[in-house]
């Protein structure tokens, strides 16, 4: 009697045991762990200049890693990389300066580009805010694959001239933020300008199309198509009595013509904010009957449309796909970036 009462409780406890087994167990997801020190290579001949806070500059050598902190000067025709991992490392074209930061213990790695023609490759395992690229006109996060950074200096007024902060998603993809704007994952292929200074910037589409989601006021978000010679104008300016900026955003279709019109305040929900004062600069350059010759220049006719996005394209086309499946081979070439 005894043992017909534990052979059913034996299979009932072998079957259950097998249920626990039988289910999917969710993967483990760790943050890339970067290398402790930033390691400088392929540096054959020139000067890369290593600057740390309370060091005198020195030059770096090949093969020798530096640490988190430090700003990297690159000379005019130097051509150099950077690695961060194996497989996550940047290729730089001076003159370029950047400083390379880390947080969480080796987990995020920023940098802070003042100028300079970078190719960044960033293995797929990286998470979203993991590597992040710093500009003055803006943020990239959620870099994986291929992207190209051209960068000029800026001028003494913190801004940019135009096409001298161009970004390409080559076969990779990133998103962009900039105060009012922020992009969606870029498509390959796609590239965007961004052109003026922090408080009057232009984000300009060169190639194929980036999706932006455009703050609106509040949590109110409004998507735009920034196609080639699309634009969106951003102002900011802090009111008086205010710590925040009141932010205005417009649109552009190619031909110069208004799209969209948001001014809103930071930090605050509600209603949306408008302005005269702010509206009427904003819409001066669109505006055919205040400004005949900036429209002129928004509409621009098919060939000079056609040779600017020629010239855009040559940042990094030449180089061509078969860069991901052999990393050795991400270098610079001749045409590689804008001239």
Avoid at 21 to 50: H, I
Avoid at 162 to 185: E, H, I, K
Wanted: one cysteine or more; a negative charge.
């Amino acid at each position: 009697m005894r043992k017909s009462r534990v052979l059913p409780l034996l299979a009932t406890a072998v079957l259950a045991a097998g249920t626990v087994f039988a289910q999917d167990v969710a993967p483990v997801v760790k943050p890339v762990r970067f290398a402790p020190m930033v390691r400088v290579m392929d540096l054959e001949s020139g000067t890369v200049l290593v600057m740390s806070e309370g060091k005198e500059p020195t030059e770096a050598v090949t093969y020798k890693a530096y640490p988190y902190g430090s700003t990297f000067d690159v000379a005019a025709g130097i051509v150099c990389k950077f690695y961060f991992t194996d497989a996550s490392y940047i290729s730089v074209r001076g003159p370029a300066r950047f400083r390379a930061e880390q947080a969480d213990e080796w987990r995020q790695v920023i940098l802070t580009v003042d100028y300079g023609d970078i190719n960044i490759y960033v293995e797929r395992s990286v998470e979203g805010n993991q590597f992040v690229v710093k500009t003055p006109l803006g943020t990239f996060e959620r870099i994986v694959g291929l992207c190209r950074l051209h960068l000029e200096a800026a001028s003494a007024d913190g801004s940019v001239a135009p096409g001298g902060l161009v970004f390409r998603a080559q076969s990779g993809s990133a998103v962009c933020t900039a105060p009012g704007v922020t992009t969606q994952p870029m498509a390959n292929g796609s590239a965007f300008s961004i052109e003026g200074s922090p408080n009057d910037f232009c984000l300009v589409g060169v190639s194929s199309e980036v999706k932006v989601d455009i703050q609106a006021g509040g949590d109110t978000v409004t998507p735009f198509s920034l196609t080639p010679g699309a634009r969106i104008r951003v102002k900011r300016e802090k009111p008086a009595g205010s710590d925040n900026h009141a932010i205005s955003v417009l649109t552009l279709y190619a031909n110069g013509q208004a799209q969209n019109y948001f001014c809103f305040v930071e930090n605050r929900t509600g209603d949306l904010y408008v302005t005269g004062d702010i509206l009427e600069k904003m819409l001066a350059s669109a505006n055919p009957e205040e400004d005949e010759k900036e429209t002129e220049e928004e509409a621009k006719t098919a060939s000079e449309q056609e040779a600017l996005d020629d010239a855009m394209n040559e940042f990094g086309d030449s180089l061509g796909e078969d860069l991901i499946e052999d990393l050795e081979s991400i270098d610079f070439e001749e045409g590689a970036f804008l001239e």
